[in-house]
């Protein structure tokens, strides 16, 4: 699974002028089942992303179609972990965890 940290590189006013564009990209990526959550940081410098477990080049390319970055207005930094407890309300979306 991976955590996304997506740090903010431009004035949160400018962020939030492309933030419709980026909620969109959100929605899309939510629908295909590739994104699990999903929120601002607090304080608001970014936002945190969570996907379920894919293939790391699949996930960097996901990352490079965001609106965000595509008009760089952050950077994306992830992290790679194997989940080995989770909540019993993920576990069928941890497939990494036997059920």
Wanted: glycine fraction near 4%; charge should be neutral.
């Amino acid at each position: 699974m991976y955590i996304v940290l997506i740090d903010y590189t431009a004035p949160v006013e400018e962020v939030d002028y492309y933030l419709a564009d980026h909620a969109k990209w959100l929605d899309r990526h939510f629908r295909s089942g590739e994104f699990l959550t999903a929120g601002r940081r607090t304080p608001h410098s970014g936002c945190v992303i969570i996907t379920r477990p894919m293939p790391r080049v699949k996930l960097e390319a996901i990352l490079a179609s965001d609106p965000f970055r595509l008009r760089r207005l952050a950077r994306h930094e992830i992290v790679e972990f194997d989940a080995t407890r989770t909540a019993p309300e993920l576990r069928l979306v941890n497939e990494a965890l036997a059920v």
